[in-house]
Structure formats: C-alpha cells, structure tokens
C-alpha cells in the first residue's frame, strides 16, 4: 500500500553534512509513524531516529544534537539532516513506515537493534549508502 524510495545519500569527510529524503507514494492519506534505520557491513540494523503521527520525536544517543528528522506532509516526504557526521555514522540508510496505524510503536525501536523478525511490520525503502571518510 506504501511505496518509500531513499535518496541523499553520498560520500563525505568527517564533520560534514547530509540530507536524506524519503519519498512516499501510495496510502499516504493516513498516519504513519515512521523512523530512519541504518545497517553498516556486517552488522543489525538499529533505529536511528523516529517521528510519530503527532509529530514527537525520539533519536539514538549517539546521534542526538547531531541528526534531526522531519517529515513535509504536503510533499509525503520524511527527511533526515544529518551534520557533524562521523565514520561511525557509516551505514546503509532504510526508511521505514509502521503499518499498523492502530498501535503505533515506531519509537520503541529508536536506538535499538530491530529484531529481524520485525521486519516485516514496517513499509521499507531500498536504503540510501552514507559513507563518511576521516
């Protein structure tokens, strides 16, 4: 029902910034509760920050004063400015929206490992590869 389509990503040098954007097509007349995931090689994915229908925010301790997420509802898109980046900010980037409007529990998973098995209970992007060189 939901289409979610990264863009922004690059490469840069330690302490420079990026924008990430994540397009959304599809049902997106309803409310989702949303997050930014990251994986880098051979690791899990973790939540990195999350925006719910209300517009409150949650964000991972090691990214907190450093990325802001946002979303623009008349344009269905979330954003993530991500600034001050570092080499452990490298990773492969994912959108996600919670599918269930109902229970909304996106901002559980902020700063934590989502477990596989949770996979399949939100909308995913095809990622975004951020690369940050010291």
């Known amino acids: 029902q939901v289409q979610l389509v990264e863009s922004g990503g690059g490469s840069v040098q330690a302490g420079g910034s990026l924008r990430l954007s994540c397009a959304a097509s599809?049902?997106?007349?309803?409310?989702?509760?949303m997050a930014w995931f990251r994986q880098g090689p051979v690791k899990e994915r973790e939540g990195v920050a999350g925006?719910?229908?209300?517009?409150?925010?949650s964000y991972a301790d090691s990214v907190k004063g450093r990325f802001t997420i946002s979303k623009d509802n008349a344009k269905n898109t979330l954003y993530l400015q991500m600034d001050s980046l570092n080499p452990d900010d490298t990773a492969m980037y994912y959108c996600?929206?919670?599918?269930?409007?109902?229970?909304?529990?996106?901002?559980?998973?902020?700063?934590?490992?989502?477990?596989?098995?949770?996979?399949?209970?939100?909308?995913w992007g095809q990622g975004t590869q951020v690369t940050v060189s010291s």
């Open positions: 996600a929206a919670e599918i269930d409007t109902r229970n909304p529990v996106c901002l559980q998973w902020v700063g934590r490992v989502l477990p596989a098995s949770h996979l399949r209970y939100n909308y």
């Open positions: 599809g049902d997106t007349y309803r409310n989702y509760c």
């Open positions: 925006i719910d229908q209300f517009g409150s925010t």
